[in-house]
């Protein structure tokens, strides 16, 4: 089994960015894909950037090329680097870790003021 938990979020202005960490703790040896999702007030929750064990990435198409996903050295951790950030970005954001069945973070908030 795996845990996540996530880290980073906050209130920034339109056009700053952010960075969100995630560390998995666990049968970490067993993860295939990592990555975010994330769920607006209303909205169903949806793809943000998830990056495989190969280190193939994912991108919503909301978020690509203003969002960059990484693992770090120890690959139990992964980045969201979110740039150019817009109101519409404001969301809860939930780390995600897949084995053989997915693992989901508390989620950490991100508020974009215009």
């Known amino acids: 089994q795996v845990q996540v938990a996530e880290s980073g979020g906050g209130l920034v202005q339109a056009g700053g960015s952010l960075r969100l960490s995630c560390v998995a703790s666990g049968s970490i040896s067993g993860i295939n894909i990592m990555g975010w999702y994330r769920q607006a007030p209303g909205k169903q929750r949806e793809l943000a950037a998830v990056i495989s064990r190969e280190n193939r990435t994912t991108y919503g198409t909301s978020v690509a090329g203003r969002f960059t996903v990484s693992r770090g050295a120890g690959r139990n951790t992964v980045y969201l680097q979110m740039n150019s950030l817009k109101p519409e970005d404001t969301a809860v954001y939930y780390c995600?870790?897949?084995?053989?069945?997915?693992?989901w973070g508390q989620g950490t908030q991100v508020t974009v003021s215009s």
């Open positions: 995600w870790a897949f084995t053989t069945t997915p693992s």
